[in-house]
């Protein structure tokens, strides 16, 4: 539900408790109905008729300009974000892509707050690494040779390594090292399940259908649907059951996505 729909209902909900109410003193008292709206109303009652009123409006337009204000917050440093740690659009496009993705699963998951702000920060910086890695080998069309997949594979080390000389990236150098480790141990640390951080299982989930969804050299674009059930071959090996589960639902229960829809904002 859009924010303004909300306070308008608020605003609502305090005019009709007046007038229902009046209505119930008219029929009690025998009075005409504008009578019973305001003149001859005991003042307990205009008093506690005036206190559910504003109470309404109070958490209405709080609630309204709460939201607000968060949007406005998220979309900043977004934007911040996006400007400090990549030169090329479409590198920033995906980082908000997958910021979106990541962000509504980690509120159906609920994560804690601190969490969410680090995952943040790893959908914008999780390739920092690939500074490291040589233009041929980024470039190369087609599959990379196994010495070709070890240079670039350097980039997650890399970039952890990186991030812990940077004082506002060194609480998430440690997502970044593992943001490719598949749940079933297959990864290059060899860390699985649970061991591996939740923030890194969403990431990889979120990461591996934007893969699917967008432009690519291996493949076709595929449909949401289309998308999920390629995901779902590698549920419990690449990426977390569980988390795959969640983001299945989320992504074909139209009215909780639009619930989670209220949490997260899409950067602009």
Known sequence: MRPFVRLL???????????????????????????????????TRLLLRLGITLLLLFIGVLRFT???????????????????WFGRADSAKKAERL?????????????????KDKLRQLCYCYDIGMVGVPDW???????????????????IELGAEIARQIPQLRRIAPLIACHEEYYNGG???GMYGRSIPLACRIFLVALIYDYYTQPHADG????????LDELAFYSGTVLDPDVFAA????????????????????PE
């Open 99 to 115: 910021l979106y993705h990541s962000l509504r699963l980690a509120t159906v998951l609920r994560m804690r707050p601190r969490e």
């Open 9 to 43: 209902i608020y605003c609502a909900a305090a005019i009709f408790l007046w007038l229902a109410d009046s209505l119930l003193l008219a029929f009690g008292q025998g009075l005409s109905y504008p009578d019973a709206l305001w003149r001859f109303v005991p003042a």
């Open 66 to 84: 709460a939201h607000a204000v968060r949007k406005r917050e998220i979309i900043r440093i977004n934007k911040a974000d996006s400007g400090a």
């Open 220 to 227: 076709r674009v595929l449909e949401n649907e289309e998308a």
């Open 187 to 189: 990864g290059a640390k």
């Open 247 to 266: 983001f299945r639902r989320l992504m074909s229960d139209k009215r909780l996505g639009a619930a989670v829809a209220e949490h997260v904002f899409a």
């Open 137 to 155: 080998v980024l470039e190369k069309d087609g599959g990379l040779t196994h010495d070709e997949q070890l240079l670039r594979d350097r980039h």
